[in-house]
């Protein structure tokens, strides 16, 4: 097809021509554009016979009169109950002829008009102008059509679609797979139990997650990890794992024995400063520590008609004639896990029931609930009207702050303490007894109780705690309650020596389930000497860890009161604590 401006008229006869001294002012006309040049792409209309508005018209009546024809003989066929499936020879023609216009015209009037929308959106301006315009053309069938942009206007940019992220699989069926998950027709917590394999699951679904999202998890690391080894007990439909560092404090010196202590953590500073605890504490001649007290706690909620009947529960509970029966029940959970008591509270007709137990190396806490479960069946028979309405009513109490555990206590509770000499606390410290006694007054009691601290009287117990549960497969939650401390501390020998303790009262530890047979937890409960169950004395490792973790917060306190008594807390983590990367490079 020759497609070209409409010819322009012709020129008025310039002053040379027509003998007058005047110049007349002309508009400057663009060149004709021949696209039936070589250098032109050709047209899909080019191999058209006929010019397009003859070929459309013809197709356009056909359509219509076959339309017409064959609906014609369909409404006959219709009156005289001919089969509307039973076609003759000229209506199978006419058929045939219906499908190839309607082909024809659909694609003219859908995709020829899509492409050309398109186009002349970009450029918003030549459509605004119409056929004035020098950048339209009228072609030879009289249709308007717009010529590319000069090269001096950018064309509208269009939006990148996000890139789906694909890493290639191990096989084609696990791309099918992905399909199925990334579709909804296959869950993704049922890839494990599917395939039979759950290194391959893990693959599978992380690759699925990224589609879905489009969002990278470059980085986060997928090999070198056991997946086998927590099906079912430690993490649901797992994509990786996190890497944190582990940094060892040490030698602790406690109860006569030395320990290399383990801390995952990301702060900066928190290792060194324990570290550091543990320097002036082994210098000093070394901890000591005990367990007062050990027991996990499940208290489930009831209710009654009548809180005149919630309290004969109560009294019945609380009846020592009937503790040993309602022990003997509970026992029968577990070998281990052994009542020790029963404390009720009333909240209206509701009746809440603290049971405490000893768990041996576990920590615990579905062991007691198994027994627990066991006397609310038991209780049944005697109280058929009682209600339970759950097996936790929060009374427990389990990861979360409560008076209940501060006072009560949960788990282990264990005091470990320290004197530390003045030489040591000048030389190691840098500091002075009276200034870290006078700072701990102020600061861990006084201003906790300003604050209205519950279990905080200390200065970053937590820290310290969080790192070992998290290195040695603790549960980080129950850092809650197994963070509660308080520290004291006073001059002693004629104000010559500093005496230090902390008392915590609920530590939740134990040194076999959940994450504690996982490999590199394992590895250091292992170094700490109470990997798995106590051999010898059962409960004695958990026992033992919650001891190590009681002197590593002593050690921790120690130190960071001296930093703080001393003034370099904001110079140390200037020094430790500030990645040295230059961000904008790390961000870029």
Request: hydrophobic share 40%; charged share 15%.
């Given at each position: 097809?020759d497609?070209?401006?409409?010819?322009p008229k012709?020129?008025?006869?310039?002053?040379s021509?027509d003998?007058?001294?005047?110049?007349?002012h002309?508009?400057?006309?663009?060149?004709?554009?021949d696209?039936s040049s070589?250098s032109s792409p050709?047209k899909?209309?080019d191999?058209?016979?006929l010019?397009?508005?003859l070929?459309?018209?013809?197709?356009f009546?056909?359509?219509?009169?076959?339309?017409?024809?064959?609906?014609?003989?369909?409404?006959?066929?219709?009156?005289n109950?001919?089969?509307?499936?039973?076609?003759t020879?000229?209506e199978i023609?006419?058929?045939?002829?219906?499908?190839?216009?309607?082909?024809?015209?659909?694609?003219?009037?859908?995709?020829?008009?899509?492409?050309?929308?398109?186009?002349?959106?970009?450029?918003?301006?030549?459509?605004?102008?119409g056929?004035?315009?020098?950048?339209?053309?009228i072609?030879k069938d009289?249709?308007?059509?717009?010529?590319?942009?000069?090269?001096?206007i950018?064309?509208i940019?269009?939006l990148p679609n996000?890139?789906?992220?694909?890493?290639?699989?191990?096989?084609v069926?696990?791309?099918?797979?992905?399909k199925s998950?990334?579709?909804?027709t296959?869950?993704s917590?049922s890839l494990?139990?599917?395939?039979g394999?759950?290194k391959?699951a893990?693959?599978?679904?992380r690759?699925?997650?990224?589609r879905?999202?489009?969002?990278?998890?470059e980085?986060?690391?997928?090999e070198?990890?056991?997946y086998?080894s927590?099906?079912?007990q430690?993490?649901?439909?797992p994509?990786?794992?996190?890497q944190?560092p582990?940094?060892i404090?040490?030698?602790?010196?406690?109860?006569?024995?030395?320990?290399?202590v383990?801390?995952?953590?990301?702060e900066?500073c928190?290792?060194a400063s324990?570290?550091?605890?543990?320097k002036a504490?082994y210098?000093?001649?070394?901890?000591?520590s005990?367990l007062?007290?050990?027991?996990?706690?499940?208290?489930?909620?009831?209710?009654f008609?009548?809180?005149k009947?919630?309290?004969e529960?109560?009294?019945?509970l609380?009846?020592p004639?009937n503790?040993?029966?309602?022990?003997?029940?509970f026992?029968?959970?577990?070998r281990?896990?052994?009542?020790?008591g029963?404390?009720?509270a009333?909240?209206?007709?509701?009746?809440?029931?603290?049971?405490?137990c000893?768990?041996g190396?576990?920590?615990?806490?579905?062991?007691?609930?198994k027994?627990?479960?066991?006397?609310?069946?038991?209780l049944?028979?005697?109280?058929p009207?009682?209600?339970v309405?759950?097996?936790?009513?929060?009374?427990?109490?389990?990861k979360?702050p409560a008076?209940v555990?501060?006072?009560g206590?949960?788990g282990k509770?264990?005091v470990?303490?320290?004197?530390?000499?003045?030489?040591i606390?000048k030389k190691?410290?840098?500091?002075?007894?009276a200034?870290?006694?006078?700072l701990?007054?102020?600061?861990?009691?006084?201003?906790?109780?300003?604050?209205?601290a519950?279990?905080?009287?200390?200065?970053h117990?937590s820290?310290?705690?969080?790192?070992?549960?998290?290195?040695?497969?603790?549960?980080p939650?129950?850092n809650?309650?197994?963070?509660?401390?308080?520290t004291?501390?006073?001059?002693?020998n004629?104000g010559k020596?500093?005496h230090?303790?902390?008392?915590?009262p609920?530590?939740?530890?134990?040194?076999?389930?959940?994450?504690?047979?996982l490999?590199s937890?394992s590895?250091?409960?292992?170094?700490?000497g109470v990997?798995?169950?106590?051999?010898?004395s059962?409960?004695?490792?958990?026992?033992?860890?919650?001891?190590?973790?009681?002197?590593?917060?002593l050690?921790?306190e120690?130190?960071?009161?001296?930093?703080?008594?001393q003034?370099?807390?904001v110079?140390?983590h200037?020094k430790?604590?500030?990645?040295?990367?230059?961000?904008?490079?790390v961000?870029s």
């Open positions: 097809m497609t070209r401006r409409r010819p012709p020129r008025r006869p310039t002053s021509q003998g007058g001294g005047h110049h007349l002309q508009k400057r006309l663009p060149p004709t554009i696209n070589p050709p899909a209309s191999a058209l016979p010019p397009l508005y070929t459309n018209a013809i197709f009546t056909l359509f219509f009169s076959v339309a017409y024809y064959l609906l014609y003989r369909w409404r006959d066929k219709i009156r109950s001919t089969p509307l499936h039973v076609v020879f000229p023609a006419a058929i045939i002829s219906l499908t190839a216009s309607f082909i024809y015209l659909l694609g003219f009037f859908g995709i020829d008009f899509v492409q050309t929308f398109i186009t002349r959106s970009s450029h918003d301006a030549w459509e605004l102008e056929s004035h315009n020098p950048n339209f053309l072609n009289h249709r308007l059509v717009t010529c590319p942009p000069p090269a001096s950018d064309p940019p269009k996000p890139e789906t992220i694909i890493t290639p699989l191990a096989s069926e696990d791309e099918e797979i992905v998950v990334t579709e909804g296959l869950p917590y494990e139990t599917k395939l394999d759950c391959r893990a693959v599978i679904r690759e699925a997650l990224q879905t999202t489009g969002r990278s998890l980085g986060l690391p997928i070198g990890f056991d086998d927590i099906l079912g430690c993490c649901e439909m994509v990786g794992y996190v944190i582990v940094g404090a040490g030698p602790l010196s406690l109860n006569g024995m030395e320990f290399m383990p801390m995952a953590t990301t900066g928190l290792v324990t570290n550091r605890g543990c504490i210098a000093s001649g070394g901890a000591s005990v007062y007290a050990d027991g996990m706690t499940r208290a489930p909620v009831v209710r008609e009548t809180a009947r919630a309290s529960l109560k009294l019945f609380e009846d004639d503790f040993d029966t309602l022990s003997t029940v026992n029968r959970s577990s281990f896990g052994r009542l020790q029963i404390q009720c009333m909240a209206g007709k509701n009746l809440y029931i603290r049971f405490k000893s768990t190396d576990a920590m615990g806490m579905n062991m007691v609930s027994g627990v479960q066991n006397v609310l069946d038991f049944q028979a005697d109280f009207d009682m209600e309405i759950g097996i936790s009513g929060n009374y427990c109490s389990d979360k008076a555990n501060w006072i206590g949960r509770s264990v470990c303490e320290a004197i530390i000499e003045e030489e606390v190691v410290l840098k500091t002075s007894v200034s870290l006694v006078e701990n007054m102020l600061k861990n009691l006084a201003g906790s109780a300003i604050a209205g519950l279990g905080g009287f200390n200065a117990a820290n310290v705690v969080s790192a070992i549960f998290i290195a040695t497969g603790q549960d939650a129950q809650v309650e197994s963070s509660n401390c308080i004291m501390m006073e001059a002693v004629d020596d500093l230090i303790s902390v008392t915590m609920s530590i939740e530890v134990g040194t076999i389930g959940g994450g504690t047979q490999a937890q590895a250091c409960l292992n170094l700490l990997k798995g169950a106590s051999r010898e059962a409960g004695s490792n958990s026992v033992l860890l919650a001891n190590i973790v009681a002197g590593s917060v050690a921790g120690l130190s960071l009161m001296a930093a703080i008594a003034g370099q807390l110079k140390s200037m430790y604590n500030r990645s040295s990367k230059d961000i904008s490079t961000a």
